[in-house]
């Protein structure tokens, strides 16, 4: 399941990499906005992801 979170952050970086560009050259600043929220918002999922513990049980003794 983490690798599916991680493969969609990854394609929403992508995603956002895209809409930045072409924005740019179809003259959009609310494309190159939308760009760079779906960029931030898909490191922020990385990070997230990365930081939960692996392996822990949910019944701590």
Known sequence: ???SK???SI???AFGVFMV???GYDD???GQLLGVG???LGIVGIIKNKKKPK???PFKA
């Open 38 to 40: 779906l960029v931030v």
């Open 28 to 30: 959009s600043p609310g």
């Open 55 to 57: 392996n822990q049980s």
């Open 21 to 23: 560009v072409f924005g």
């Open 11 to 13: 394609f929403a970086i």
């Open 1 to 3: 399941m983490n690798k």
């Open 6 to 8: 991680i493969i969609y």
